[in-house]
């Protein structure tokens, strides 16, 4: 798998497009004061859980005031995924990797995309007993063939989780890893993923795809679904657009 050091902008990189707003920082990063409907959602949570909600609402309002949305609370609905603002899809991401932590935000105007998934990942391994659960047979057997077993076991693991991101918010279905099979390409930096069994009928097409970055720290793992005529449906981030 290919590692790149250190980018400045991992998800812009990623994301590569112009319409698609990206904000990353770190976990810890100082910055202005939840809004008071926010800090009511994280009134219980434990200081752990709390510095990553902070750290998404602060990333997540910077973008936002970059598509011109301003004083807007991120809140969550009961399934605990962000309620954006109408016009606007995102995805919000956190781990803790490093001394200080990642955080990584991407939000477009509805117009130009109809879902987004980001997912991060420390570059580890994925505990061996979490492999039956996450890969199918032949995913398996693609990361024992690789340099990294656990390590792109992982990058399987985080791909899943960015399809279902980018998914969720259109259908409201929940999936779980064997819904999807992944195939990662590392040498053009994309994934594959099918949808499979029942899940098909998510997507007639059946498949996505799927950008991934893997650099000395993280893994991560994006899919961006245009909205139907807008002009990144031509350029080939997604293969198939999902009606849901």
């Given at each position: 798998?290919?590692?790149?050091?250190?980018?400045?902008?991992?998800?812009?990189?990623?994301?590569?497009?112009s319409?698609?707003?990206?904000?990353?920082?770190?976990?810890?990063?100082?910055?202005?004061?939840?809004?008071?409907?926010?800090?009511?959602?994280?009134?219980?949570?434990?200081?752990?859980r709390?510095r990553?909600?902070?750290?998404?609402?602060?990333?997540?309002?910077?973008?936002?005031?970059d598509?011109?949305?301003?004083?807007f609370?991120?809140?969550?609905?009961?399934?605990?995924?962000?309620?954006?603002?109408g016009?606007?899809?995102?995805?919000?991401?956190?781990?803790?990797?490093?001394?200080?932590?990642?955080?990584?935000?991407?939000?477009?105007?509805?117009?130009?995309?109809?879902?987004?998934?980001?997912?991060?990942?420390?570059?580890?391994?994925?505990?061996p007993?979490?492999?039956?659960?996450?890969?199918?047979?032949?995913?398996?057997?693609?990361?024992?063939?690789?340099?990294?077993p656990?390590?792109?076991?992982?990058?399987i693991?985080?791909?899943?989780?960015?399809?279902y991101?980018a998914?969720?918010?259109?259908?409201?279905?929940f999936?779980?890893?064997p819904?999807v099979?992944?195939?990662?390409?590392?040498r053009?930096?994309?994934?594959?993923?099918?949808?499979?069994?029942?899940?098909r009928s998510?997507?007639?097409?059946?498949?996505?795809?799927?950008?991934?970055?893997?650099?000395?720290e993280?893994?991560?793992?994006?899919?961006?679904l245009?909205?139907?005529?807008?002009?990144?449906a031509?350029?080939g981030?997604?293969l198939?657009?999902?009606?849901?």
């Open positions: 798998m290919p590692a790149s050091r250190a980018l400045a902008a991992r998800l812009a990189a990623l994301f590569g497009q319409g698609i707003v990206t904000h990353e920082t770190s976990l810890g990063e100082a910055g202005e004061p939840l809004y008071d409907e926010e800090a009511a959602l994280v009134a219980n949570f434990s200081e752990k709390r990553e909600f902070v750290a998404g609402r602060r990333c997540a309002r910077r973008a936002l005031a598509l011109g949305i301003t004083d609370p991120l809140l969550a609905g009961p399934d605990r995924a962000p309620l954006w603002p016009a606007v899809v995102g995805s919000i991401t956190h781990t803790e990797v490093g001394a200080g932590g990642y955080c990584g935000v991407a939000v477009a105007h509805r117009r130009l995309v109809a879902g987004l998934g980001v997912d991060a990942e420390p570059r580890q391994p994925l505990s007993e979490l492999w039956p659960r996450v890969l199918d047979a032949e995913e398996g057997r693609a990361a024992l063939a690789a340099a990294e656990g390590v792109w076991a992982r990058l693991f985080s791909a899943k989780e960015a399809v991101k998914i969720y918010p259109l259908c409201r279905r999936l779980d890893f819904d099979h992944i195939q990662v390409l590392p053009y930096g994309h994934f594959l993923a099918e949808f499979v069994g029942a899940a998510i997507a007639p097409a059946g498949s996505l795809v799927g950008r991934f970055l893997a650099d000395d993280l893994l991560i793992a994006t899919v961006l245009p909205a139907s005529g807008s002009p990144l031509q350029e981030l997604s198939h657009h999902v009606p849901c």
